[in-house]
């Protein structure tokens, strides 16, 4: 028998490695099966405000499955929507007296600016709502023409009698699906409505409101058809990981997936990854309260890099309250990480660099990772050679923070 090269054994140890992740629709941590090139759907701002911690959390978690995935050789294709007309952005500009495309165009550039200063990856594509009538339209008429639809005074709305898995990816009840569609944009108790789940797909414009000329009727798409059809013309029919805050998974993501699915007669995305939510000392963060921590402030306290490294002190899965001493905290931990990389070269093997690997294949166990940097730091401060320096400035790279 002939003796494999040990470069050959190494290369077939580390194609075989693979992240470990919680598929919502399945309800179980499963091993990601992807090809060489993996397409990514996280859904997008909605640019009536500025960017708070809830965003920062959420689309630093892709970030760190991105740059995981490419460290196992993977392409990743993301793409990240703007929903820059529905039923938040018009009501907000109206209040300020501004066209909605102006209060968009300033959000979507303070936004932008969050993820540069956050070091995430910057998304291939992102698609606007505006942008995308055309195909939104098209993807109605193909459900109309497959008997999904029905009109009534002017609005146009999916029939969710006619896809029977809606449902299985939120895995809620009827009643449970009814209270959250009140809750999150739906209305359940419209009269016009065959069911109470039926959704909007179309519907006509108020007076200072924009519109769009449609087979439906002048008018404006509903907020789920969007992603549908953005999704789909960026990426194809079928995606590989779309993702999303859980507040998300009903209506909005139940939703995409039986408009999809009823148009195309395929899986719409193969794995669904939702991150969990943020409070703010003891309360639920939202606008309505005014107790958003907006990153723009933040980062002006505390360095960009110690915004990632508190929000990785939490799982992504976990709902979890932010205090404000954790800004000062975070600093204080960046601050030794730092101190002690020193001027090191990254050294991309050894056992801090495999157990941080391992950490954001186990689920993406980033308290685990976090633990493991400071952990190293304080090793190093305590006397540990120069080769430690050079795995912590590359286990540190490898969650997108740079320690030079």
Same mark, same amino acid.
């Given at each position: ?87 938040? /952005?018009? +009501? ?34 992102? +698609? ?50 009814? *209270? ?68 998300? /998974? ?55 890099? *110690? ?5 990785? *002190? ?29 001027? *090191? ?34 090793? /190093? ?24």
């Amino acid at each position: 028998m002939v003796k494999e090269l040990p470069w050959l054994q190494t290369k077939k140890a580390t194609t075989s490695m693979t992240m470990r992740l919680y598929d919502t629709a399945r309800q179980e941590i499963v091993d990601l099966e992807l090809g060489d090139h993996v397409r990514m759907y996280v859904c997008g701002i909605t640019p009536y405000d500025s960017t708070h911690l809830g965003h920062a959390a959420t689309y630093l978690t892709y970030d760190l499955i991105i740059r995981r995935l490419e460290d196992l050789g993977h392409t990743v294709e993301l793409v990240r929507n703007v929903t820059d007309v529905d039923d938040s /952005i018009l +009501p907000k500009a109206r209040e300020l007296g501004i066209d909605f495309l102006q209060l968009a165009e300033s959000e979507i550039n303070r936004f932008t600016q969050d993820m540069e200063a956050l070091n995430t990856r910057p998304a291939a594509l992102e +698609p606007r709502a505006t942008e995308s009538i055309v195909g939104m339209i098209e993807l109605i008429r193909g459900l109309e023409s497959g008997g999904h639809t029905y009109t009534v005074d002017g609005v146009t709305y999916f029939d969710v009698t006619t896809f029977v898995s809606f449902g299985e990816l939120s895995h809620l009840t009827n009643e449970e699906m009814t *209270a959250l569609a009140a809750e999150r944009g739906g209305s359940p108790d419209d009269p016009r409505q065959r069911n109470a789940l039926d959704f909007v797909l179309w519907q006509p414009s108020a007076d200072d409101e924009p519109r769009w000329d449609s087979p439906f009727g002048a008018g404006r798409p509903g907020w789920h058809i969007e992603c549908s059809a953005m999704s789909m013309d960026a990426l194809g029919t079928t995606i590989d990981i779309h993702g999303g805050g859980e507040d998300l /998974i009903f209506p909005h993501h139940e939703c995409e997936i039986a408009q999809s699915e009823s148009v195309t007669g395929v899986t719409f995305s193969r794995y669904w990854v939702h991150t969990g939510l943020v409070g703010y000392q003891g309360t639920k963060m939202s606008k309505s309260l005014g107790n958003l921590v907006f990153v723009s402030d933040l980062r002006q306290e505390i360095d960009p890099r *110690a915004i990632r490294l508190a929000l990785m *002190a939490h799982h992504y899965r976990s709902n979890f309250e932010w205090f404000d001493e954790e800004a000062s905290d975070a600093q204080s931990d960046l601050d030794r990480l730092v101190r002690a990389a020193g001027k *090191a070269d990254p050294v991309s093997h050894g056992p801090l660099v495999d157990e941080v690997r391992s950490a954001l294949d186990d689920d993406l166990d980033t308290p685990r990772v976090r633990a493991a940097l400071l952990g190293a730091a304080q090793s /190093i401060e305590d006397g540990a050679g120069p080769p430690h320096r050079g795995c912590l400035v590359a286990a540190a790279s490898l969650c997108g923070i740079d320690l030079h």
